[in-house]
């Protein structure tokens, strides 16, 4: 059953059908919970090896099962994206605005998933992940790439770095791409005065 604020339109497609002009109760809950843990991964990223010695390994473990937490939330947000049409922007917005828009929400999308497989295969390389099983928030195990856990050590050794590397690249990208959405919708909130926020709020 659709709640009201599902229901709520605007505007029509090219053949009629009313479109939304608020995203769905279900968009709201993965947006703003991807957003949160998102948010806070950051944050233990950014600090891990500042906590004291005892923390360190804890906080790098919650990193990590936050991390694919995000990962199976993304894939369920982008497969409800796809079968319940977004609303549209705003008639008033320029082209190159919403091509702007479309743009970053597709690279916050790839993100979401390609931010934390490289985290996901950058662990699976260390070598001394067989005799350190991972356990998601410490409440039962997570299994590793077992491909990339059998390949050479050698080989291994050199994955881990590069895909460390990429991981951290994909974080910087994912800082920057945060501050201009959130800076973005509140230019438009504030100085635009067009309510979008509206649209992923209850």
């Known amino acids: 059953m659709n709640t009201h604020a599902d229901s709520l339109t605007d505007s029509t497609d090219s053949t009629g059908t009313p479109l939304p002009s608020r995203y769905t109760r279900t968009a709201m809950t993965l947006h703003w919970l991807i957003a949160l843990l998102m948010i806070g991964n950051v944050v233990l990223g950014l600090t891990a090896e500042s906590w004291p010695d005892d923390w360190v390994r804890p906080v790098v473990d919650t990193h990590k099962s936050i991390g694919i937490t995000v990962l199976g939330l993304a894939l369920m947000r982008i497969l409800w994206r796809v079968s319940h049409k977004p609303p549209p922007l705003p008639r008033e917005f320029p082209s190159w605005e919403?091509?702007?828009a479309h743009v970053?929400?597709?690279?916050?999308?790839f993100l979401m998933i390609a931010l934390p497989l490289s985290g996901w295969l950058h662990d699976s390389a260390w070598k001394d992940a067989a005799?350190?099983?991972?356990?998601?928030?410490?409440?039962f195990p997570w299994p590793r790439i077992g491909y990339v856990m059998n390949l050479d050590p050698a080989l291994k050794e050199t994955l881990h770095d590069r895909?460390?590397?990429?991981?951290?690249?994909?974080?910087?990208?994912?800082?920057?791409?945060?501050?201009?959405?959130?800076g973005g919708a509140l230019k438009h909130q504030w100085i635009d005065r067009k309510s979008v926020l509206k649209r992923m709020v209850p």
């Not at 970053?104 to 999308?109: I, V, W």
């Not at 460390?164 to 920057?176: F, R």
């Open 163 to 182: 895909f460390g590397a990429l991981h951290t690249w994909l974080g910087y990208a994912l800082y920057a791409l945060l501050a201009m959405h959130i």
């Open 104 to 109: 970053a929400h597709f690279l916050l999308y």
């Open 98 to 100: 919403k091509i702007a």
């Open 131 to 139: 005799t350190h099983p991972m356990r998601l928030f410490n409440l």
